[in-house]
């Protein structure tokens, strides 16, 4: 299984790839959260799929600051966060509070259930659940 860290970089990475960027030639420049800061903006006619980019919108920011030119994928918004969803590696990852939570499960499918604190619950949730949150209404995951 994937750590957190390794799962956001893989979605990092097909978000660059399916917008048609070439990851060996952007990678060097993305954060930890996949924005792109190109410190000299000229550099940006050197990578491929920025003009395909910019046409079909995909790109969310694009703004000049005093770093460079500053570009964000509209696919990886919500990344920094998970769109607020925990991802459950283990028992420590589970939620700390008792209560009612959202949840994804293994089969895709999101769903209320309560969480106690009790050896059942634990390996239940860990059997059958992939992420969690607070119970809100907000869009699946992206890792």
């Not at 660059?16 to 996949?34: K, P, T």
């Not at 550099?43 to 005093?66: N, P």
């Not at 460079?68 to 919500?78: A, S, T």
């Not at 459950?88 to 999101?110: A, C, E, F, M, R």
């Amino acid at each position: 299984m994937m750590t957190n860290k390794e799962a956001k970089q893989k979605a990092i990475r097909e978000a660059w790839e399916a917008e048609g960027f070439i990851w060996n030639e952007v990678s060097q420049y993305l954060d930890e959260f996949g924005d792109m800061t190109l410190q000299n903006p000229e550099l940006k006619a050197k990578i491929t799929g920025y003009d395909s980019a910019v046409s079909r919108r995909a790109l969310k920011g694009i703004t000049l600051t005093g770093n460079g030119l500053w570009l964000r994928l509209e696919r990886l918004i919500g990344v920094s966060n998970n769109n607020g969803w925990n991802r459950i590696d283990g028992p420590d990852t589970l939620p700390s509070n008792i209560g009612q939570y959202t949840v994804l499960g293994k089969s895709g499918k999101i769903e209320k259930w309560s969480f106690f604190s009790s050896p059942p619950h634990i390996d239940f949730w860990l059997e059958y659940f992939t992420h969690w949150r607070t119970v809100v209404e907000l869009p699946k995951p992206i890792y």
